[in-house]
């Protein structure tokens, strides 16, 4: 139970320090969540994302945290993600495609847990106002394919 709790703090803090980072521009920032499917370990998955303002035209830093439940086990994945967008001034949704390394802890149920690294590609459709679906293919550690669905609060 203290892995858990130590991994619970050490997501809280991630997402407070990205969320801190950009509270100078509030109109900027937009916060997040999601809930979808994973496969690879097979589990339903939930979690949150903080989106800061673009870095360059087009290029945004995406971090989230997700959590998975089921196959006998327990997934937390904090993602440090870039999200290049091809947006279309003339269309209500845009298309998404980005990348990024994760730290991903494991928990299998027999007490056993795991930490360790992993790569996220992934490609998405989002409205204007906020609606998201987002498919994510992962390398290491990562869970091999995300299927999510998702709000940003503007």
């Known amino acids: 139970m203290t892995q858990r709790f130590r991994c619970a703090a ?5 997402l407070a320090w990205a969320s801190t980072a950009r ?8 916060y997040g969540v999601r809930v979808g499917v994973s496969g690879d370990p097979g589990q339903f998955v939930i979690g949150g994302h903080v989106e ?19 196959d006998s086990m327990t997934l ?7 999200d290049w967008r091809f947006s279309n001034p ?11 390394p994760a730290a991903v802890w494991s928990h299998v149920d027999n007490g056993e847990g795991d930490f ?3 790569f996220n590609f992934l490609v998405g459709v989002q409205h204007r106002r906020g609606l998201f679906v987002e498919v994510k293919l992962g390398a290491g550690h990562s869970p091999t394919a995300k299927f999510m669905v998702g709000y940003a609060f503007k």
Do not use: D, M
């Not at 509270?23 to 937009?30: G, I």
């Open 10 to 14: 050490l997501l809280l803090v991630c």
């Open 23 to 30: 509270a100078q521009s509030p109109a900027q920032t937009e």
């Open 52 to 70: 800061t303002k673009p870095l360059i035209k087009h290029l945004t830093f995406r971090p989230n945290v997700e959590a998975g439940f089921g």
């Open 76 to 82: 937390v994945a904090v993602n440090f993600e870039f």
């Open 90 to 100: 003339n269309h209500s949704w845009f298309i998404y495609v980005g990348a990024g």
């Open 116 to 118: 360790g690294g992993g």
